[in-house]
């Protein structure tokens, strides 16, 4: 069954580094998205992604975040200077279209130090 | 976003059919109706989808009432692999479909 794979698997960095979050979804699927999940609470929508632009983001995606697919085939998250709040653990997902479920990668925890 | 409304949890013993039910009060007409799930420390999982009919895949049912305030997801036969938090999502046509995660229903299956 086809996968949303999501690298690294963990990642620790220090506060004010950059990061970036990769992803590659589903070959066929048109919309992606990011999502987060802090320790103990709820998954959080960040952005969508259609067509090569942001469709939709959240408050909480602000200008420290940004996303690109850079070669058709992956799709990242860029946080450009980290903060302790920014631990969490970042869902990628993708989706064939309306009408159809989203398939969700199993996530980057990602440690700010 | 419409919003949903399940109860925290749910127990389940082992073997036995698990009705999951949800409330979609202010669900609009060509809003689709989604369930996922999140097992422990793993990232949310599709289970089903639908828009007016009941729907079967593998995994599970989803009987959708008449007037879609309601639909109830139903594991035919709970495992110990069944226990998950699980959301159902009422997922907008318009736009761009983004899926909003509530609290959803905690699952304990006994064994």
Known sequence: EPEVTQTPSHQ????????????????????????????GQKVEFLVSFYNNEISEKSEIFDDQFSVERPDGSNFTLKIRSTKLEDSAMYFCASSEGWGYGYTFGSGTRLTVV | DAKTTQPNSMESNEEEPVHLPCNHSTISGTDYIHWYRQLPSQGPEYVIHGLTSNVNNR???????????????????????????????DVNSGGYQKVTFGTGTKLQVIP
């Open chain 1, 12 to 39: 620790v960095t220090q506060m004010g580094q950059e990061v970036i979050l990769r992803c590659v979804p589903i070959s066929n699927h048109l919309y992606f998205y990011w999502y987060r999940q802090i320790l």
């Open chain 2, 59 to 89: 995994m599970a049912s989803l009987a959708i009432a008449e007037d879609r305030k309601s639909s109830t997801l139903i594991l035919h036969r709970a495992t110990l692999r069944d226990a998950a938090v699980y959301y159902c999502i």
